[in-house]
């Protein structure tokens, strides 16, 4: 299975004047058309302010479906442009009911493995001014999904995505977000998803500190 590489974006933090103060984010990319080192951390050029919640091997990349943006231009009647979900990759034809965590593409020179959905950021609502758009990516699941680098290389928004290993367990990441948002108390979901050993280390913690909870 192939796929069309639609963008591929890239930016610096910046701090931006929104409702009276101050943001500092690398939300905001833009598109590039020259080919752009992809290593374990990320695009060379690209990064983030808050390292704690983004950034770091587990969320080196981050894609987009190009198919979501139909659905936030009518939801808001406004125009949302590419990159508008701060994705690194905007990509074509592979949503995310359709990609399961572990699986391994070839994208350019670089191979990257999938390792866990985005979850809803608050600066989504605050770059686009729209205050409950962070509870409509929860509720509809367009969240996007991160990579972890597994061979560095050069990419371009010409490359197409390739699979080359698919995880035999076959957890969606549309899966992996209903469990973390929608279905919080679902052991057997949980215990599918822990199956997966190339799930991020920090939504794997996370989920067995939830199932602990649950199993007393």
Known sequence: MEYQVLSLNIGQPKTYQINNRELNTGFVKHAVTDSVWLSKHGFEGD????LKNHGGEEKALL???????????NRYNKNFSVPAFGENITIVGLLEHAVFAGNIYSLGEAIVQVSQPRQPCYKIA????VKDIPAVVTETGYSGYYFRVLKEGYV????????????????????????LFHKKADINRIQQI??????A???????????????V
Do not use: C
């Not at 894609?63 to 231009?73: A, R, V």
């Open 194 to 199: 822990l199956k997966v050993d190339t799930i």
């Open 201 to 215: 280390n920090s939504l794997r913690k996370s989920l067995v500190k939830r199932l602990s909870k649950l199993s």
């Open 156 to 179: 371009s928004n010409d490359d197409t995505l390739k699979l080359l290993e698919e995880e035999p367990n076959k957890i969606s990441i549309a899966f992996i977000f209903g469990t």
């Open 47 to 50: 990064g983030q302010a808050d």
């Open 63 to 73: 894609m987009y479906p190009f198919e979501h943006y139909s659905y936030w231009n």
């Open 126 to 129: 605050e770059i686009h001014r």
